[in-house]
């Protein structure tokens, strides 16, 4: 089993939808990352959480570290949006990155 | 432009064969690091490199050496090209542990 779990793993919304992303994880973390890979294959980092809650523009990120669990929420979702959304988690002192599977988002006009 | 930049984008290339891919930041980062994508989109840490030190080395195959001259450029080196290493490397970097990640656009890598 994968250290960090992501679901779903296929996601298709229509336009305007509040979309949310999960992603649960099994080890001990120094942080969590969200990261956007775009259909062309470039990836950007969206969000790096230890605690709480961030907001960027229709994009929020919480994260409860008691229950090791982080949620990525997309407010009015626009194709623009459709994307494979990775977790990854970033362990101890290493600054190694453990990565999700990934969720296939689409969004339709 | 401020960036990670990795050449080539796309490589094709026969087995058996060595092959290198370059990658240069100009962020000022102190860490870098090269990430395997496979077919499956799966995304996984090959090494990371901090100020020009090897600080994390996976299990990758001997075959694979990465070289890093200055702290700016991370270099990989595959000898012996397989087709299970047909994938998408991705470099990164990083200014620390607190902070995130800026990604290179991918070098995809094709043995035949």
């Known amino acids: 089993k994968n250290e960090v779990e992501q679901s779903p793993q296929n996601l298709t919304a229509q336009e305007g939808e509040f979309i949310t992303i999960n992603c649960s994880y099994s080890v001990g973390i120094s942080a969590l990352h969200w990261l956007q890979q775009h259909p062309g294959?470039?990836?950007?980092?969206?969000?790096?959480?230890?605690?709480g809650k961030k907001k960027h523009g229709r994009l929020i990120a919480t994260i409860n570290i008691q229950e090791k669990h982080s949620s990525l929420h997309i407010t009015a979702s626009h194709p623009r949006d459709s994307a494979v959304y990775i977790c990854a988690v970033r362990r101890g002192a290493t600054n190694k990155l453990i990565f999700g599977t990934g969720t296939l988002l689409a969004v339709q006009p | 432009d401020t960036a990670v930049s990795q050449t080539p984008k796309y490589l094709v290339t026969q087995m058996g064969n060595d092959k290198s891919i370059k990658c240069e930041q100009n962020l000022g980062h102190d860490t870098?690091?090269?990430?395997?994508?496979?077919?499956?989109?799966?995304?996984?840490?090959?090494?990371?490199?901090?100020?020009?030190?090897?600080?994390?080395?996976?299990?990758?195959?001997?075959?694979?050496s990465p070289k890093s001259p200055d702290k700016a450029h991370l270099n990989l080196h595959i000898?012996?090209?397989?087709?299970?290493d047909s994938a998408v490397y991705f470099c990164a970097s990083s200014p620390g542990e607190s902070y995130g990640y800026t990604f290179g656009s991918g070098t995809r890598l094709t043995v035949v």
């Open chain 2, 32 to 64: 870098m690091y090269w990430y395997k994508q496979d077919s499956k989109k799966f995304l996984k840490i090959m090494f990371s490199y901090n100020n020009k030190e090897l600080i994390i080395n996976e299990t990758v195959p001997n075959r694979f």
């Open chain 2, 79 to 84: 000898n012996s090209l397989e087709l299970g």
């Open chain 1, 41 to 51: 294959g470039g990836i950007v980092s969206l969000f790096m959480l230890s605690s």
